[in-house]
């Protein structure tokens, strides 16, 4: 081998052993972060404070996206489903597309984007700024006072924003379908009060978006938290965060439709 | 013969490849006001960080209050660290707490004191730096100098028996310096604190330490009494207590000289 085969060798070698180190590291900070999930509840009102930070400040962009989804499958939804003469299920498609697949995706890609950004971005200037190195010198572990109560809001308010964008969206199906089509409100309220499943199809759902809640939070804070404590740094963390949460949220959304609804 | 406060034996510390402090011997006594000099980048701050075991030596052995650093896991290190404040360079201030929420935030972690007594501590440590009547402020809203008196009223909430500054003087008015410095003498002597400072400003370190380190290459050049650094012929302390351009320690960064890069004479 010659000299050059042997310096690609040894640069490919020191790459691989970097993506070991940094993902040795990251499976480090999740199963921390994930064991220390429920000492959150030990101080209440970090975490509302966080609840408040993470959840009640993405709820406007939720609420509106989730309407405007709920049009378009409403809409959507009736073309398609006028061809076969069965407009009538309109109701059931909307919900069962919402409640399954769209409210927990689409809220968990809005949330890495929203509330997914501020966390990396806080705490990854918290580090640029020492105020992270400060909490250790006081003999407090940041990871423990900081990013846990930040971890747990993620976890708890992403299902309810998925719930609320599923719920918000059907308002926007019904409005599109019976209010300006003419489907019958009958047809579209008992269509979907017999063929959605609340323990297989919302309680799914719910599942579902509690993942996500796991991934977007921990991905959000594990940037911060392995940021360079730069201001490009945690530009490019931040960037980071939302890439890798929406793959993360998509991937794990395919496995997860695959285990729960795989026949 | 009692132990000393902190002890270094024979550090080394660096980063990658690149060594910052080697070898490093000191130690610091109980009640002793130790300040720690020596040009940018020689390797002060690392000391302090080192002390709070924020960062871990690559050799050697480090002591403080009779423990080994380097055997402490993190749950004995953070108990070390309930013993020490320690007043970051930068002030390193909570931006989202209000000036008066930051000097308190230690004392509601560590503490069940009422809230009221949490009050009263914070507006004296805040009144001890001259800031007690800017407690509402966001520290957004405070000079360079303020956030840093406040960094150390902060760093003081607990009455910590170890004290690390980094520059506390930097960007502080010629009151406020003097007033900072009294602060950290009668501090040291009054409460039997032990302070490290690191610091660039010369006379006011000769003025309150009761011995200064001079660090520099990544080791301990001189080590003595102000009086000693004062009367000392080491070139090396002269160039630093005289702040001469010309002497061992070099302005200029090492590297190709300035003429070679505009091509005007041969590397």
Redesign the interface.
Known sequence: MGRFGMLGLRSLGAWVIAQLTQLGMLAGFYARLSMLFWSAFTRPRLLLAQLHFVGNRSLAITLVSGLFVGFVLGLQGYYTLNRYGSEEALGLLVALSLVRELGPVVAALLFAGRAGTSLTAEVG?MKA???L??I??????PLR?ILVPRFAASLIAMPLLAALFSAVGIGGGYVVGVVLIGVDSGAFWAQMQSGVDVVHDVGSGVLKSVVFGWICGATALAMGWLARPTPEGVSQATTRAVVASSLTVLGADFLLTALLFGQ | MTEPLISFNDVDFGYGQRTILQALCFSVEQGELLAIMGGSGSGKTTILRLI?G?VRQQRGSIRVRSQAMESLN?VAL?????H???L???G????DLSVFENVA??LR??TRLPERMIRDLVLMKLHAVGLHAVGERMPSELSGGMARRVALARAIALDPPILMCDEPFAGLDPISLGTVAGLLRRLTKSLGLTTLLVTHDVEESLAIADRIILVGHGRIMAVGTPQAMRESSDPFVRQFIDGTEHGPVPFHAPGPKLGALLGLERP
Do not use: C, K, V
């Not at chain 1, 250790?136 to 572990?141: K, L, N, Q």
């Not at chain 2, 953070?78 to 309930?82: N, P, S, V």
């Not at chain 2, 390193?92 to 931006?95: R, Y």
């Open positions: 200037l700024g020492e105020q190195d400060a250790s010198m006081m003999g407090i572990d006072r | 709070g924020l993190e953070r108990a070390l660290r309930r020490m404040g320690m970051f360079q930068a390193a201030l909570f931006t935030f230690p972690e560590h």
